[in-house]
């Protein structure tokens, strides 16, 4: 006779409501925008169906029908033309640079939104890389300081959160002394602490036109082949003051994300990326999956993994998706 039956505690939607263990919750999610250049202007993502590139009006436009939804955090990259971009990165700092002033405008307009942003040069750089191209080597320690630049003038603009995602040593602590000796000690970073160098981010650098012109990013970007690294780059950035680690990709790095949650008493952020994005949505449109129980079993699988925050282009979805329940 079978005394335990597993199945007894599947027998009907209430029951397995009762004994579920994980649950993704829209305030999970962080949902990354990308702000173009102009007005009145709205372009979708050709690789990521549904995501799209905005005017500075028509992302607040935006941000405001999300917050509707319930969905309160936004990561916001730009997409600069050439003539913005320089080896230095130094539109990244200006003070009344479209980025900056995008920024300032959502936290006048929007104050209670949670906004985070990104600190890297590759959106600005001409060479299309990190940190400072010179002779086939990327230049870290000079690199810092423009890093820390950016952070100053994205924390003077009200942000919450920095996203530190370049993948410099010790730009962590270079950014948190900045932040602290200048009067910012309650800006947040969220370190980008495990990005792999993957072959799922071609989409996201096609919205950003960000790819690097020489060369690959494999010598600051992780070795996907590398497990027990990520528990050196969690610690650094621990020690260094991140409020937060990540962990870039989400869904082909479940066991860094767990690794990771299992080691530190921070939050664990995943990033879904665009690559992650655009296959489900192609995969949809084919008709070769059910698009939208593969997006919620995909982030049900990140949090499942031990991440309590997930960037995702399918937040505004999800989001969705939760007010019609």
């Excluded at 939104?113 to 086939?136: E, F, Q, R, W």
């Excluded at 919205?207 to 060369?215: F, N, R, T, V």
Aim: aromatic share 10%; net charge negative.
């Amino acid at each position: 006779m079978l005394l335990r039956r597993p199945r007894r505690n599947r027998k009907t939607a209430a029951i397995r409501a009762l004994v579920e263990e994980t649950t993704v919750l829209t305030n999970d999610l962080i949902f990354p925008l990308f702000l173009i250049e102009g007005e009145n202007k709205k372009e979708e993502v050709v690789s990521m169906p549904g995501i799209y590139r905005y005017s500075s009006d028509l992302l607040l436009a935006e941000i405001e029908s999300c917050l509707a939804l319930g969905l309160n955090t936004f990561a916001i990259f730009p997409s600069l033309s050439d003539s913005k971009k320089d080896s230095y990165a130094t539109e990244s700092y200006k003070e009344d640079s479209l980025y900056i002033s995008t920024l300032q405008k959502v936290k006048t307009t929007f104050p209670e939104v949670c906004l985070m942003t990104d600190v890297a040069m590759d959106p600005y750089s001409s060479d299309g890389h990190d940190g400072i191209y010179n002779n086939g080597e990327i230049l870290n320690d000079e690199t810092l300081e423009i890093l820390g630049k950016m952070s100053l003038v994205q924390a003077q603009a009200g942000v919450d959160i920095l996203g530190p995602s370049d993948m410099m040593d010790g730009r962590v602590q270079y950014i948190r002394e900045l932040l602290d000796n200048n009067g910012f000690k309650d800006v947040s970073i969220m370190s980008y602490t495990a990005k792999y160098a993957s072959a799922f981010y071609g989409p996201f650098r096609d919205a950003l036109d960000s790819a690097p012109k020489a060369g690959d990013k494999k010598t600051y970007q992780m070795n996907p082949a590398n497990k027990r690294e990520a528990l050196i780059e969690a610690e650094l950035d621990f020690i260094e003051g991140a409020d937060f680690l990540m962990v870039k990709p989400a869904l082909a790095y479940l066991d860094i994300i767990h690794l990771l949650q299992d080691n530190f008493d921070l939050p664990i952020a995943a990033y879904n990326v665009s690559g992650e994005y655009a296959m489900v949505k192609a995969a949809g449109e084919k008709g070769w999956l059910d698009a939208q129980q593969t997006m919620l079993e995909s982030l049900l699988s990140i949090k499942r993994a031990g991440a309590k925050i997930i960037l995702t282009y399918f937040a505004k979805e999800y989001a969705q998706l939760q007010q019609n329940l």
